[in-house]
């Protein structure tokens, strides 16, 4: 971590320039660190560039929260049958579009490898990189690649048509960029449309760990429109700390941000939300926390084979227990 007092002849500037002044790099590179929500200024996270400064400001800049990019990012398959997997969504990464765990289940081609477990569920086996399993390396069959020269047309819904699109998966549901956990994704157009009607029907069960500040003696039912829109959290309280609290959180409604905004609301924002946590943080344990700390810990849906209901479960990340860890909450 970096501090900065500013002085007179910086009053004025705007951050960004002071922090490419400062830290003698290029208004690019400043402007990435305020990009990654790494900026304190006064103990309160700044991430505009044309915040204004004043004498006496105090600036920190914890370059931790910088992660660089990977190439090669495992994607860890918790569960699969023919229409449907769960991943183990890392931190860092987009469910969808560019560079998400869409495409890079679609780019490795993969991930159509599984086993038969006992009641005779596929369910793909865990990819560990210590056990050489990733999903870039599965052996025993072979991935085929859509060339781009024959692309297959759109269908409107998300899907291709035509053989060359066989294979390919669509997240059927978001979970933000710095959450983890359990994501579905279906493997055909026919098998996404009926997830979304399963959403629309309530049948499906997702299950949330957090830690948010401040003491949160009981559990509680948070139920406040989000867009104008109905909006419900179940909050169930696991454990407590001096000044932190670890929850396990189920939504009845699937709302952007929805767990995040909720707690937000109740004073409880998330650890190392960037977004909705807006207070003065004087405590250096939650300044050094990287990213969210928010797991989809599991989901329930009918999605077996003969649609019999399914409840897959993802482990805490390391980053999370560490995070408990040094939060007195394990």
């Known amino acids: 971590m970096q501090r900065y007092s500013v002085k007179k002849q910086s009053v004025g500037s705007s951050l960004v320039d002071f922090l490419a002044s400062t830290r003698d790099c290029s208004l690019r ?46 994607i860890e398959v918790l569960w699969q ?37 006992q009641d005779n569920t596929e369910v793909a086996p865990p990819v ?7 999903l870039q390396k599965h052996s025993g069959g072979t991935c085929s690649v859509t060339s781009s020269e024959n ?43 009926l997830m979304v009607e399963q959403f629309r029907a309530g049948n499906i069960t997702k299950v949330y760990e957090a830690v948010v500040h401040g003491v949160l003696e009981r559990g509680l039912s948070i139920a406040k429109p989000i867009d104008d829109l109905p909006a419900t959290t179940h909050v169930q309280v696991l454990r407590v700390g001096r000044d932190v609290s670890h929850l396990r959180v189920r939504i009845d409604t699937g709302r952007t941000h929805q767990i995040r905004k909720h707690l937000a609301q109740i004073g409880h924002p998330i650890v190392g939300d960037r977004q909705y946590c807006t207070m003065k943080l004087t405590d250096q344990r939650f300044r050094q926390v990287p990213r969210q700390l928010l797991h989809a810990s599991s989901f329930a849906a009918p999605i077996g084979d003969g649609n019999q209901p399914v409840t897959v479960k993802a482990p805490l990340p390391s980053d999370f227990v560490n995070a408990l860890k040094r939060l007195g909450l394990r």
């Open 29 to 74: 590179k400043a402007k990435a660190l305020l990009d990654a929500r790494c900026v304190f200024v006064n103990g309160r996270r700044v991430w505009m560039a044309k915040h204004r400064l004043k004498q006496g400001d105090v600036v920190e800049v914890h370059e931790a929260h910088v992660t660089p990019a990977r190439k090669q990012l495992e």
């Open 81 to 117: 049958n023919a229409d449907y997997i769960v991943a183990n969504k890392p931190p860092r990464i987009l469910s969808n579009g560019a560079n998400s765990v869409e495409t890079r289940l679609n780019d490795t081609r993969c991930y159509n490898f599984s086993v038969h477990s």
């Open 128 to 134: 560990h990189a210590k056990q050489n399993q990733l």
């Open 151 to 193: 692309r297959p047309k759109s269908t409107g819904n998300g899907y291709e048509t035509g053989s060359s699109r066989a294979g390919k998966v669509r997240a059927v549901h978001r979970l933000d960029r710095d959450t983890t956990g359990c994501l579905c994704l279906a493997k055909s157009a026919n098998a996404f449309d």
